[in-house]
């Protein structure tokens, strides 16, 4: 705001022995601060005095919130939580994702998937009632087991996971990117602990296994963790459909938006789901990934 400038001049004000006058009050206004001058000029029978008064520079109230309120404004840890997971699932995070397709293109060349409408169909009943669901199940079940340190249950919860993938390249794709998260998980964000919860998977760690695990020992929540990974995973499939029907990037986005809903749902349900609710329904998803082991032309590893 520009700087004011404002001039105020006051009644002569006259004792038996003094005359007095306040000469100039000048206030001078620049955003929220205030600095007052007033200088006082005092004449008497015998002398006359000049005197000058400064005032403290005070802060002016105003209806408008602290900016870091009015932004939502995130402690150093909160930032830095959400700085490693927008990472960890970034599409550039190297785990070989691109690579994968989840039986998607099989189902492209059989005419299952053939447009943005069967394609939004496909991915919702995968990830709410198939494949999707159960791998949230399991990362919101790694991520309690080593908030807890229960090093037991976090075996058998990584061993139930690596025995629940339907095909061998389903396996394949997600003990490779299991692997991969883990390793440069590790090497760019090192954290004390963490390989006693690798050591107590005791064998191969699938990739929502290794998500869950790697953002608890860091101390991130479960539900912000749940929400990323299923939008990479869901975003993963919508770029493979993309390139295999193919879409454009337009029609892509919109599925992707169509999708929100049953994302947030699913999260919810994994975040309270057990053990004993794993189960999958979506057998046409499970015979792609196996059909595609002997597709005759293919342009991903599953």
């Given at each position: 705001?520009?700087?004011?400038?404002?001039?105020?001049?006051?009644?002569?004000?006259?004792?038996?022995?003094?005359?007095?006058?306040?000469?100039?009050?000048?206030?001078?206004?620049?955003?929220?601060?205030?600095?007052?001058?007033?200088?006082?000029?005092?004449?008497?029978?015998?002398?006359?005095?000049?005197?000058?008064?400064?005032?403290?520079?005070?802060?002016?109230?105003?209806?408008?919130?602290?900016?870091?309120?009015?932004?939502?404004?995130?402690?150093?840890?909160?930032?830095?939580?959400?700085y490693r997971l927008m990472t960890w699932l970034s599409p550039a995070f190297p785990v070989g994702a691109f690579?994968?397709?989840?039986?998607?293109?099989?189902?492209?060349?059989?005419?299952?998937?053939?447009?943005?409408?069967?394609?939004?169909?496909?991915?919702?009943?995968?990830?709410?009632?198939?494949?999707?669901f159960c791998d949230g199940v399991f990362l919101a079940q790694t991520h309690q087991a080593t908030m807890e340190?229960?090093?037991?249950?976090?075996?058998?919860?990584?061993?139930?996971?690596?025995?629940?993938?339907?095909?061998?390249?389903?396996?394949?794709?997600?003990?490779?990117?299991?692997?991969?998260?883990?390793?440069?998980?590790?090497?760019?964000?090192?954290?004390?602990?963490?390989?006693?919860?690798?050591?107590?998977?005791?064998?191969?760690?699938?990739?929502?296994?290794?998500?869950?695990?790697?953002?608890?020992?860091?101390?991130?929540?479960?539900?912000?963790?749940?929400?990323?990974?299923?939008?990479?995973?869901?975003?993963?499939?919508?770029?493979?459909?993309?390139?295999?029907?193919?879409?454009?990037?337009?029609?892509?986005?919109?599925?992707?938006?169509?999708?929100?809903?049953?994302?947030?749902?699913?999260?919810?349900?994994?975040?309270?789901?057990?053990?004993?609710?794993?189960?999958?329904?979506?057998?046409?998803?499970?015979?792609?990934?196996?059909?595609?082991?002997?597709?005759?032309?293919?342009?991903?590893?599953?």
């Open positions: 705001m520009p700087a004011m400038r404002m001039k105020a001049s006051w009644p002569r004000i006259t004792t038996p022995a003094t005359t007095m006058r306040i000469i100039m009050v000048t206030v001078m206004m620049i955003t929220t601060i205030t600095v007052i001058t007033i200088t006082i000029t005092t004449t008497s029978i015998a002398t006359t005095t000049i005197t000058t008064i400064m005032t403290t520079p005070m802060l002016m109230t105003t209806n408008e919130p602290p900016r870091s309120e009015a932004w939502g404004g995130m402690t150093e840890s909160e930032a830095a939580s959400l690579s994968y397709s989840s039986g998607i293109e099989w189902a492209v060349e059989a005419g299952d998937i053939k447009d943005a409408a069967s394609m939004r169909g496909w991915l919702a009943a995968m990830l709410s009632d198939g494949s999707g340190h229960d090093l037991a249950r976090l075996r058998d919860v990584a061993e139930l996971a690596a025995a629940f993938v339907p095909s061998r390249e389903r396996q394949l794709e997600t003990t490779t990117q299991g692997r991969a998260f883990i390793d440069t998980a590790r090497a760019a964000w090192p954290s004390p602990g963490l390989d006693e919860f690798i050591a107590a998977c005791d064998g191969a760690i699938v990739y929502p296994v290794a998500v869950g695990l790697v953002s608890a020992v860091h101390d991130i929540p479960l539900a912000p963790v749940l929400h990323g990974f299923f939008h990479a995973v869901v975003s993963n499939w919508i770029s493979a459909g993309a390139r295999l029907i193919p879409l454009g990037q337009t029609d892509s986005q919109r599925v992707l938006a169509a999708l929100e809903p049953v994302v947030n749902a699913t999260a919810t349900r994994a975040r309270d789901a057990s053990l004993d609710d794993l189960g999958s329904a979506t057998f046409r998803a499970d015979l792609a990934s196996l059909r595609h082991e002997t597709q005759y032309t293919r342009l991903f590893r599953s």
